[in-house]
Structures are given as structure tokens and as C-alpha cells.
């Protein structure tokens, strides 16, 4: 049976106990949020959950923010943390549908076999009076085996190319007013715009009261930006986490992104040697 891109609370409170359903806490925030999600973990989360920090779980030999760790370094920081890759894996974030697509995403990556975000996240399953604690979660190590689908991440050379043979599309979530360089980057040293050709479908578009919305609503989005739905898409944001969201959304209407960027803008809009248009 394939598993489905998201559960409902309800499904969740009945599986709370089972030995293979891996529960992850995924809580991360741009600065600009003010909010801390590894303190919030701390102060309360859904039972049997673990906190996934996509900072510290990440490539470290890099400067740019939360790139994917090397697949053995992955794997040793999950085990450990008691996720196998033969778990249902269901990730929630207390944003209701953010940081958990990244994560979402990110144990796809590495080969995990079923994984699902938990619809309407942690505001939904606190909204009906769910089970919340904030004792500590002490599971026993698993075996988390990485089969690693380079081929879905892009690098800076993939998105050039992309760009200058026109064989997939490059979406970009960031909001409209970054993108078009009316508004700066939220850290520093980065350009203002958007890279040449490329197309931009707000992350906001696409997901309401943390859920994605419907599929005619996503499509239309998309379509609106100029993007051809029956066309490669590979997805890009400021570094790498709503970029997933748009990475979700069109998994959900069955058009699967040929990849992500995950060094995004952080590092495209870093570099000299990269364009940027404005407007």
C-alpha cells in the first residue's frame, strides 16, 4: 500500500504506540518568525515525538544554511535517534506546514521507504485536545540504511544548465517582493532578484491553516506564475526549506519535481559569477 503524503490527527492518536511509526518534531523558523523551535520541543510536543533540527543535522564542511549532511552522517544521527528507514516516519512542525516538508523531503532523500507529514501539524492536534508533553523522548537506536537519490538534488551546475538548455523550469518560493528585488535578503551579503528565466509561486500560494490547498487551487498557482505543469520543475527558495513545500504540493498533483536546489538562494545570490535580474 503507498503511503500517503500526509495523516490525519486522528490516525496519528490511534498509532501513538506502534514500535514502527517514528514520530519527528521538525520545528524550525526563519529569524524573522521569532520563534525558537527547538525551545518550543522542549516546552511541549506530541508523545514518543523527537526533535529534527535541520541545522544541526547538516553538512558541516559547508557555509551555506541546513545543506543535506552526507548519507552515512545522516544515517548514524537518526539511528541514534531511533528512526529505521523501514519506520512510518510521520513529521509535523508547530508552524502547521513548513520546516516539515523540508524534513519530509529531506528523509525521502536518504531512502526512507514511507514517510508522511501530519496534516494541519501541531496548531491542528493541540487544537482538539491531544495528547502534549514535555518530558523528554528516550527511544532505543534503529538501523537507518541510506539509499541516496543524488539525482533529485541539484547542485549549482544543474540549475545553470537548466537555465541555459531550458530542460526544466526553476520555480522559486520565496516571496514576490524578494524575488522581483524590491525587498532584501533576509541575510546578509546576498543580491536582490531572481535568476534570469526562472519562475516564482510564493510558498503562501499554496498552503492555507497549515495544509496544503486543494489541487485546483495549486495548479492554479503554478500556472498563474507561468510554470508549464507538464514540464520538468526543479524548486528553489532562500535556502532550501519552502522550496520542499513547493516540492510537496506538486507531488500531491501528481507532477513530482525533477529535483530541489538546495543551496537556493543562499547561494546562487551569493555569487558573482551568477546573474540576478530584478523586476
Same mark, same amino acid.
Given at each position: ?55 544541526? =543535522?547538516?553538512?558541516? &564542511? ?8 552526507? +548519507?552515512? $552522517? ?25 520546516? &516539515? %516538508?523540508?524534513? !519530509? ?25 491531544? /495528547? !502534549?508533553? $514535555? ?21 549549482? /551546475? ?9 530542460? %526544466?523550469?526553476?520555480? $522559486?518560493?520565496? +516571496? ?29 500560494? =499554496? ?7 486543494? $489541487? ?17 520543475? =526543479? ?9 520542499? =513545500? ?18 537556493? !538562494? ?14
Amino acid at each position: 500500500m503507498t503511503t500517503p503524503l500526509f495523516v490525519s490527527t486522528e490516525w496519528l492518536a490511534e498509532h501513538l504506540q506502534d514500535s514502527d511509526v517514528a514520530i519527528i518534531d521538525a520545528s524550525w523558523y526563519l529569524p524573522t518568525m521569532n520563534r525558537d523551535g527547538k525551545a518550543e520541543y522542549k516546552a511541549g510536543h506530541i508523545p514518543g515525538a523527537v526533535h529534527f533540527d535541520i541545522d544541526a =543535522i547538516a553538512d558541516k &564542511a559547508t557555509s551555506l544554511p541546513h545543506m543535506l549532511p552526507k +548519507p552515512d $552522517d545522516f544515517a548514524l544521527s537518526v539511528s541514534d535517534m531511533g528512526i529505521s528507514d523501514s519506520d512510518h516516519i510521520v513529521v509535523y512542525d508547530g508552524a502547521g506546514l513548513f520546516a &516539515a %516538508a523540508r524534513v !519530509w523531503w529531506t528523509f525521502r532523500i536518504m531512502g526512507a521507504k514511507s514517510v508522511s507529514i501530519l496534516e494541519g501539524g501541531a496548531p491542528k492536534w493541540q487544537s482538539e485536545g491531544r /495528547a !502534549w508533553t $514535555d518530558a523528554p523522548t528516550i527511544k532505543p537506536a534503529k538501523k537507518f540504511t541510506p539509499h541516496f537519490a543524488q539525482s533529485n538534488v541539484a547542485n549549482l /551546475a544543474d540549475v545553470q544548465s537548466a537555465l541555459t538548455t531550458q530542460t %526544466a523550469q526553476i520555480v $522559486d518560493a520565496r +516571496p514576490a517582493d524578494r524575488f522581483r528585488g524590491q525587498a532584501a535578503e533576509p541575510r546578509p551579503g546576498l543580491a536582490s532578484g531572481h535568476m534570469p528565466g526562472s519562475f516564482n509561486v510564493q510558498f503562501p500560494d =499554496i498552503v492555507a491553516s497549515g495544509k496544503l490547498k486543494s $489541487d485546483v487551487e495549486i495548479r492554479s498557482a503554478f500556472m498563474k506564475a507561468g510554470v508549464d505543469l507538464s514540464q520538468p520543475i =526543479i524548486t528553489s527558495c532562500g535556502s532550501g526549506v519552502s522550496a520542499a =513545500i513547493l516540492a510537496l504540493a506538486l507531488e500531491h498533483i501528481n507532477h513530482p519535481a525533477k529535483a530541489l536546489y538546495d543551496g537556493s !538562494w543562499a547561494e546562487w545570490g551569493s555569487r558573482a559569477d551568477c546573474a540576478v535580474v530584478k523586476g
